[in-house]
């Protein structure tokens, strides 16, 4: 069966109720949708990848599929193939295409078109915002998102590679996400809320300048307001203009995957996600102060603002640690953020840090102390580990040895990019604080900072000691984070009962 005879069938299985009303199809045929409707539609079905389920339930034939798998191969839009066949040799209606939605429940396609069928039908959107579980294809599907080649991060370093899968589909990591099966993503975000698009757009008044906070190697973050909350928005970016419908759904997955599954007082929270809209966003929860790194440059720029306090800094750095040790602990098999960094912590308005962008986080070997080899490194080239760049050993150790980096960035108030006085030689940050630490303490703590005394001197000493240890070489030699955080513990303040 095809063509018109599927038309019948679709829409006397779905809306027969509604044609006994108004028995007439009187939508418009579906090649008369405005460009800017299909658009959106297509970007969000191709984000599903659902062809090949509206392919089998609308009967088309094989070489009509066919011909939309060359099209998708040549990097065309498979739901766009979809709608010129289904739509265009066949001059099937608006109507007959919500009612495949309805069948598919593809309840987000269907709020896309709803303008173009009657008010009547409606009633068959449901009333709930739906969880991504109720966009599921049917459970025998063999749909696949596909998330293209590698593209570089915003580090420089290739974090994905092609196909080279060494995990089942069920858990996709960083080494196979070429592939990452549509029930895996849905799994992931089974118990997150979905947000409509339209809220988000109110939320940051149509997405204006103003509310820009940043921008990411994914995608562009908005501050916002959602159900009266504060909140961070992330707006996924397209992988390029040419092929605007796949969606880089990597970073996304990761985030779903892991963030939604870890609660934690220093880990950012993930409120929700979207994608009824024109890009797919995740929502998170607003945090005020920024990230440390542009904390820490802040007084630089804005006199009024003073340099972070040593105690801050401290707190700053144990609240992190406390963050990566639970990751590390929390399950069985390690789990490794993989880009630590002081852009990727972040801080609420009481300057509490909290871990975000878990994008290129990975699940690691079985056990805390054990070791994996992996096929492609990723992160930021300058906080990631000699081992791990070299010879591409992961362990809980690559993100201690980032952690290190931070603590030393924090504590001297350098970049470990910056330029550092040694004969106008470039010279790492590691080094520099390795060969003046024992020799000349003044020298390397952070000017901006009255020099510590006392307590606070002692505090420091243990940041920087620590930080040195966390950096060494050899992974063995580097502690595990409840190390650290037992280092940091005589140095903590007790919270004062309220
Ligand atoms: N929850 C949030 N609250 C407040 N600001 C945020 C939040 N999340 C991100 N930002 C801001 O948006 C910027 C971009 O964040 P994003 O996580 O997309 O990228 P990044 O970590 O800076 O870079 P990359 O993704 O390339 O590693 C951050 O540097 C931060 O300033």
């Not at 700053?316 to 993989?338: E, K, N, Q, S, W």
Request: with cysteine.
């Amino acid at each position: 069966m095809s063509g018109a005879e599927t038309r019948d069938a679709v829409n006397h299985e779905n809306v027969n109720r509604t044609r006994s009303r108004s028995y007439l199809d009187d939508s418009i045929p579906i090649r008369l949708l405005p460009l800017s409707v299909r658009h959106q539609l297509c970007a969000h079905l191709d984000a599903l990848d659902v062809w090949q389920v509206m392919a089998t339930a609308a009967k088309l034939y094989p070489s009509q599929v066919d011909q939309i798998h060359s099209e998708k191969q040549r990097g065309r839009s498979a739901s766009n193939e979809f709608l010129n066949i289904w739509g265009g040799q066949y001059n099937h209606t608006v109507l007959t295409l919500f009612a495949l939605f309805k069948k598919l429940k593809l309840h987000n396609a269907m709020r896309v078109i709803k303008d173009y069928v009657s008010e009547d039908l409606h009633k068959y959107i449901p009333q709930s915002v739906p969880t991504i579980s109720e966009l599921r294809a049917p459970p025998d599907s063999s749909v696949r998102i596909n998330n293209g080649p590698p593209y570089p991060s915003s580090s420089g370093v290739s974090n994905s590679n092609n196909n080279q899968s060494t995990t089942s589909p069920e858990d996709p990591s960083l080494e196979s996400l070429g592939n990452i099966h549509i029930s895996t993503v849905q799994k992931a975000a089974e118990s997150l809320m979905e947000i409509d698009y339209n809220e988000l757009e109110t939320g940051t008044n149509k997405w204006c300048p103003e509310n820009r906070l940043g921008q990411g190697g994914f995608g562009e973050v908005y501050r916002g307001q959602w159900k009266q909350m504060d909140v961070a928005i992330k707006v996924m970016n397209y992988r390029s203009h040419v092929d605007k419908t796949q969606v880089e759904l990597q970073q996304s997955y990761n985030e779903l995957k892991y963030l939604n599954s870890i609660r934690h007082d220093n880990v950012v929270a993930l409120y929700g996600y979207s994608i009824n809209g024109e890009k797919p966003c995740l929502v998170y929860q607003l945090m005020s102060g920024g990230s440390l790194e542009n904390r820490l440059r802040a007084h630089k720029s804005d006199a009024s603002l003073p340099p972070l306090t040593w105690r801050q800094r401290f707190n700053i750095c144990d609240g992190t640690a406390r963050g990566i040790y639970f990751m590390h602990t929390v399950r069985g098999t390690p789990l490794i953020h993989g880009d630590i960094k002081p852009a990727n912590i972040l801080l609420d308005q009481c300057l509490q840090p909290k871990i975000g962008d878990f994008g290129l986080a990975r699940e690691g070997p079985k056990s805390i102390n054990a070791v994996m080899q992996v096929k492609k490194v990723f992160g930021t080239r300058i906080y990631l580990p000699p081992e791990f760049r070299h010879s591409k050993n992961l362990s809980t150790g690559v993100d201690v040895y980032s952690f290190g980096i931070v603590l030393l960035e924090v504590f001297t108030g350098r970049q470990v990019t910056d330029r550092l006085p040694e004969n106008d030689l470039q010279q790492d940050l590691l080094h520099y604080v390795k060969q003046h630490w024992r020799h000349n303490r003044t020298e390397v703590l952070d000017k901006h900072v009255p020099m510590p005394f006392g307590a606070d001197l002692d505090m420091c000493v243990c940041a920087i000691e620590t930080g040195l240890d966390c950096t060494a070489i050899e992974p063995q030699n580097r502690p595990l984070m409840s190390t650290v955080l037992n280092r940091f513990a005589p140095h903590r303040i007790k919270p004062q009962p309220i």
